[in-house]
C-alpha cells in the first residue's frame, strides 16, 4: 500500500493545535464560472484532453449538478455525453455544458486563493492546486472550545467567497488527518469543526474508504475482514492491520482513532512576501494612500525578519466586484530597503488613482536569502515597470502575486 504520509512533514505529540484543511469545491468549473457567471446552476463538464465537439478526453471536473446525471471525475468523455449529451446535440432533454481545460487561468485563480490563505495562516502547506493545509494555532485556540476556530474558518470561507469569487469546503480538527476528512463531510461549501476529543466519535461511523490512506483496494481487503467503518478499523485487533498493512497498518489505526501527530510544514522558502488590507470600497486618494504606505512597512518588516533581499516591488488593487490590477517594478539587484518599498508603491499607486478600491496590497518578490552583496540602487527608477498579461475577462494578471 502507498506510503501516505506528505513528504516534508514530521510528527508532535501535541493535540491542541488548530489545524484547517482547505478544499476547493469543484475548483475547475468554479473557475469557469468565475469569468463566465451565466454558468451558474448548470451542469459543467470540464474535460482533459477535450475539445469543443469532440467525444474524446476525459472529465476533469463534473459540477455538482453535473454528478447528478451520473458524470464523474476520470470518466471517459464520451461516456459523459451518453448520460449529459451537449446542449447542440440533444435540445430536448436535459443537457450539459462542455468546456476544456484551461490550467493556466485556473492557476491565476488558485495564486489568488493561495494569497489570501497566506495572508489569514502563519503556517500553509500547499497540497495541490486546490486543497491546503493550515496551522492556525497562534491565531485561534480550543481554549473557549469550537466556536472561535469554527469563527476563523467560518470567515476565511466567507472572505474567499466574497474576494476570490470560489466556494470551498473547509475542514477544523487538532491534526491533518482528521481535518482532511472533516473537509470532504459536507461538500460542496461545508464548514465541519471537529474538537479535541471528539475525533474518534465523528470518525466511527464513517465508511472505511473516507479514511484517508485508504484506497479501493485496501477498504475491499477490510470489508473482507469485517471492518467496514473507520470505528471497526479503531478497535480491531491490530495484528490483523499488521499482517495487511506492515507497520504502515499501526499509522492507519492510529488515524481512525483520530490520532495524527504529523505536523502542517511549509515547502521551500517563500518566494514572495506580501501584506494586504480589505476596506470599505472607496475612491478617497488618501484612505488607499495611507493604506498602502503602511501596508509597504509591514511587508519591508517582514521582509527584515526573514532575512530576505528583494529585486522586485508591486502593489495589488481589487475595484468592485472582483477586479484584480496588480504593477510592479524591478529593481537593479536584490536590496533590503524600506524607504524604497514605499516609494516604489507610491509611484505604481498613483496609476490607480480615484478608482474605487475595496483591498490593496504590497509585495517583495524575487527573494533571495543567501547572504550577498545589496545592489547600488543609485538611479533604482531607471528599471521598466513590467508589463501585464492580456486580461481574462472579469480576473486580470495576477503574474507573480503569491506572496508567502
Same mark, same amino acid.
Given at each position: 500500500? &502507498?506510503? &501516505? ?12 493545535? +488548530?489545524?484547517?484543511? +482547505? ?9 469557469? !464560472?468565475?469569468?463566465? /457567471?451565466?454558468?451558474?446552476?448548470? /451542469?459543467?463538464?470540464? %474535460? ?7 467525444? %474524446? ?56 486563493? $493561495?494569497?489570501?490563505?497566506? @495572508? !489569514? ?14 496551522? +492556525? ?7 473557549? *472550545? ?33 481535518? $482532511? ?15 479535541? %476529543? ?10 472505511? @474508504? ?91 518588516? !517582514?521582509?527584515?525578519? $526573514? ?12 475595484? /468592485?466586484?472582483? @477586479? ?9 539587484? /536584490? ?5 524604497? +518599498?514605499?516609494?516604489?508603491?507610491? @509611484? ?14 504590497? !509585495? ?14 543609485? *538611479? ?14 472579469? &480576473? ?9
Amino acid at each position: 500500500m &502507498q506510503d &501516505q504520509t506528505l513528504p516534508g512533514t514530521t510528527t508532535t505529540s501535541d493535540v491542541d493545535r +488548530v489545524i484547517l484543511h +482547505v478544499d476547493m469545491d469543484c475548483f475547475y468549473a468554479s473557475c469557469e !464560472r468565475l469569468r463566465a /457567471p451565466e454558468l451558474e446552476g448548470e /451542469p459543467l463538464v470540464i %474535460g482533459m484532453g477535450y475539445h469543443p465537439g469532440d467525444d %474524446g478526453g476525459a472529465v476533469a471536473t463534473a459540477s455538482y449538478e453535473a454528478r447528478a446525471h451520473g458524470v464523474h471525475s476520470a470518466q471517459p468523455i464520451d461516456q459523459a455525453l451518453a448520460r449529459l449529451p451537449r446542449a447542440a446535440d440533444e435540445p430536448e432533454t436535459p443537457t450539459g455544458i462542455y468546456r476544456p481545460v484551461d490550467l493556466e487561468y485556473y492557476r491565476v485563480v488558485a495564486e489568488a486563493v $493561495k494569497q489570501l490563505l497566506r @495572508e !489569514r495562516a502563519d503556517i500553509i502547506r500547499e497540497v495541490s492546486i486546490d486543497e491546503a493545509y493550515l496551522d +492556525v494555532s497562534s491565531q485561534t485556540s480550543w481554549g473557549g *472550545g469550537a466556536d472561535a476556530p469554527g469563527a476563523f474558518a467560518a470567515a476565511l470561507q466567507e472572505e474567499l467567497a466574497a474576494e476570490v469569487g470560489v466556494p470551498a469546503s473547509i475542514g477544523v480538527a487538532a491534526n491533518m488527518a482528521t481535518a $482532511k476528512i472533516a473537509s470532504d463531510h459536507d461538500k460542496p461549501e461545508g464548514l465541519v469543526v471537529v474538537p479535541p %476529543g471528539e475525533a474518534a466519535a465523528f470518525l466511527a461511523p464513517l465508511p472505511i @474508504e473516507d479514511l484517508h490512506g485508504i484506497g479501493p483496494v485496501s477498504a475491499r481487503e477490510l470489508r473482507e475482514r469485517s471492518v467496514a467503518t473507520v470505528g471497526d478499523l479503531a478497535v480491531v485487533d491490530p495484528t490483523v492491520i499488521t499482517r495487511l498493512f506492515g507497520t504502515r497498518g499501526t499509522e492507519l489505526q492510529q488515524r481512525a482513532r483520530g490520532i495524527d501527530p504529523r505536523v502542517v510544514e511549509p515547502t521551500g522558502a517563500p518566494k514572495s512576501l506580501s501584506r494586504e488590507r480589505s476596506m470599505q470600497p472607496t475612491d478617497d486618494v488618501a484612505s488607499v494612500t495611507a493604506a498602502v504606505g503602511e501596508l509597504a512597512a509591514a511587508v519591508a518588516d !517582514r521582509a527584515q525578519q $526573514k532575512g530576505a533581499l528583494y529585486r522586485t516591488i508591486g502593489i495589488k488593487l481589487v475595484t /468592485p466586484p472582483f @477586479e484584480i490590477n496588480t504593477r510592479e517594478r524591478s529593481l537593479g539587484g /536584490p536590496v533590503d530597503d524600506p524607504t524604497l +518599498v514605499r516609494t516604489v508603491a507610491l @509611484e505604481l499607486l498613483e496609476e490607480f488613482h480615484g478608482a474605487t478600491v475595496r483591498k490593496v496590497g504590497v !509585495r517583495v518578490s524575487n527573494l533571495s536569502f543567501a547572504p550577498t552583496d545589496q545592489a547600488d540602487l543609485q *538611479g533604482w527608477s531607471a528599471p521598466t515597470d513590467r508589463p501585464e498579461r492580456p486580461q481574462r475577462r472579469g &480576473q486580470t494578471s495576477l503574474d507573480g502575486f503569491d506572496g508567502a
